[in-house]
């Protein structure tokens, strides 16, 4: 009975200890995210006016109307769309075909270049910076949305080309063989069996593939000059830094408005990531 009784209530403290951590853990979490959300429709314009409860007495969309009046905010929007897209579709295309071709064809220095593709992903993106600048000053991609756009494709190969190989590889062979019996060609195959098939991981490469040119920072700031040509990470990070530092609250509202497509993408692409993650510990 008493060791029952002392199961019973070290049972209870596990349990009082793990909603405690959980709730300190969600508190440092939403915290931050509660308080953007606050300065966005805040009637402050510095961090000054806002104390410790983030949620404004008054709450005004002033700040949204700042950005997009005083700023070139629609066009930082446009451009990192524009990038964020391109990068998608040309990541998808081509690490898909250079997945299937490695998976499914016998050449030469096959394992060589497979081999090269782990060698380049393992460097670091920094290091690369310096011949990356030159390049695309020869090229003339400086300042441009494709010069950008090129860096963060040719960033993406190596690693995705092994990801969705290794997925391709999973899909039985069988599959391809009564196809060709059929008559279907190899391209007939890519697309009509491989790539449905690979939707999950395809969907996965998107997201993963947009997330990249709408997050990042160093990488626009070394190929991006003008304002004009400026993504979101840049443009907003003009508002609190130097002069500009007291636009904190136009900072918050900008970055709220970032997180729309990441909310749709994961929405619409959510059971294919189940997929994906569900898959990861299944071996079949």
Same mark, same amino acid.
């Given at each position: 009975m008493?060791? #029952? &009784? +002392? +199961?019973?209530? %070290?049972?209870?403290?596990? =349990?009082? !200890?793990v909603y405690v951590v959980l709730i300190l853990t969600s508190i440092l979490i939403l915290y931050p995210l509660v308080y953007v959300i606050g300065s966005a429709f805040s009637t402050s314009s510095s961090l000054q006016g806002i104390g410790i409860n983030p949620l404004p007495e008054n709450p005004t969309m002033a700040q949204f109307k700042r950005l997009f009046n #005083?700023?070139?905010?629609?066009?930082?929007?446009?451009?990192?769309?524009? $990038?964020?897209? %391109? !990068?998608?579709l040309a990541t998808v295309i !081509?690490?898909?075909?250079? =997945?299937?071709?490695?998976?499914?064809f016998r050449f030469a220095m096959r394992k060589q270049l497979m081999i090269s593709f782990l060698v380049f992903q393992i460097f670091p993106s920094f290091i690369g910076m310096v011949a990356i600048y030159v390049l695309l000053l020869r090229l003339g991609g400086l300042d441009t949305k494709w010069g950008l756009a090129l860096v963060y494709i040719a960033a993406n190969i190596p690693y995705n080309t092994w990801l969705v190989k290794g997925y391709i590889d999973n899909v039985p062979k069988s599959f391809d063989e009564a196809a060709r019996i059929d008559g279907a060609s190899h391209f007939q195959v890519y697309t009509?069996? $491989?790539?449905?098939?690979? &939707?999950p991981i395809i969907t996965f490469l998107l997201i993963t593939s947009f997330l990249g040119p709408w997050m990042d920072f160093i990488i626009p700031k070394m190929v991006l000059r003008s304002d004009?040509?400026?993504t979101l990470a840049l443009g907003l990070f003009q508002l609190i830094d130097g002069k500009a530092a007291n636009n904190y609250t136009v900072f918050a509202a900008g970055a709220i408005l970032i997180a729309v497509p990441f909310v749709i %993408?994961?929405?619409?692409?959510?059971?294919?990531? %189940?997929?994906v993650l569900g898959s990861a510990g299944v071996k079949e």
């Open positions: 008493m060791n #029952e &009784r +002392h +199961h019973r209530t %070290m049972n209870t403290l596990n =349990a009082v !200890v #005083e700023t070139n905010y629609l066009i930082w929007y446009k451009n990192t769309l524009q $990038i964020a897209t %391109m !990068v998608c !081509v690490t898909s075909t250079a =997945a299937y071709v490695f998976s499914r009509k069996i $491989i790539l449905p098939i690979s &939707r004009k040509q400026f %993408m994961f929405l619409l692409g959510q059971k294919s990531l %189940m997929a």
